[in-house]
C-alpha cells in the first residue's frame, strides 16, 4: 500500500484553538528543559493573525505542535517552534508538522520558511537537511545554555507546487 510506511502516525494535524491551551503549555513542559514558550505566548500566538499554531491530535490527545510566525509584508515565515511528545516520537509526527507548517506558509504566500534549531540537536538536524532546509547562518549562544543556534531555511515554491 503506497505511502503506508511514510505514514506511521494516525494522527490528525488541525489549527491550534484557544481550548488547547492548557495542553500546549502541558507539551512544552514535557518537552523542553528550558526556553519553553510560557502560557502568555502561547495564548497570544493562538489568536495572534501573525501566527499560525498547528497541533497533532494522536488517540484523542495533543501529541505535538508548531508554530509558524508571519511578519507582515514579508515573504519569509519562521517555524518558531516544533514539539512533538516524548511518548509520540517515532510516528512520524515531527516530519508531518514540518510538512503542515511549510503548507501553512505557502498558502499565505510565503516563499521561504526559516528556523532555528539546538546545535546538539542532531535528530532535528539530520530532519530539516533531508527535508531540503539548508543552514544559512549561526546565532552564537542563542539558548539558554549558550548552545548556539544553527539557522536553517528553505524555499517554498516547489512545496507549493507539489503539495
Known amino acids: 500500500m503506497p505511502g503506508k510506511s511514510r505514514n506511521r502516525s494516525v494522527a490528525s494535524i488541525r489549527r491550534g484553538r484557544s481550548a488547547d491551551l492548557d495542553d500546549l503549555v502541558a507539551l512544552e513542559t514535557q518537552v523542553f528543559a528550558s526556553d519553553r514558550m510560557s502560557r502568555r505566548s502561547l495564548r497570544h500566538f493562538l489568536a495572534a493573525r501573525t501566527a499560525t499554531v498547528l497541533v497533532a491530535e494522536h488517540a484523542g490527545c495533543i501529541a505535538g505542535c508548531a508554530v509558524i510566525l508571519f511578519r507582515p509584508n514579508s515573504s519569509i515565515a519562521r517555524l518558531y517552534s516544533i514539539a512533538v511528545a516524548p511518548q509520540s516520537t517515532g510516528r512520524g509526527l515531527g516530519p508531518a508538522l514540518l510538512t503542515a507548517s511549510e503548507e501553512a506558509a505557502a498558502v499565505r504566500g510565503r516563499k521561504m520558511l526559516r528556523l532555528e534549531v539546538h546545535e546538539n540537536n542532531q535528530r532535528a538536524i539530520a530532519r530539516y537537511r533531508k527535508a531540503g532546509y539548508r543552514q544559512f547562518g549561526c546565532h552564537a549562544g542563542y539558548y539558554a545554555d549558550e548552545g ?12 507549493s507546487e507539489t503539495g
Request: glycine fraction near 0%.
Open 148 to 159: 548556539d543556534a544553527l539557522r536553517f531555511e528553505k524555499e517554498l515554491t516547489a512545496a
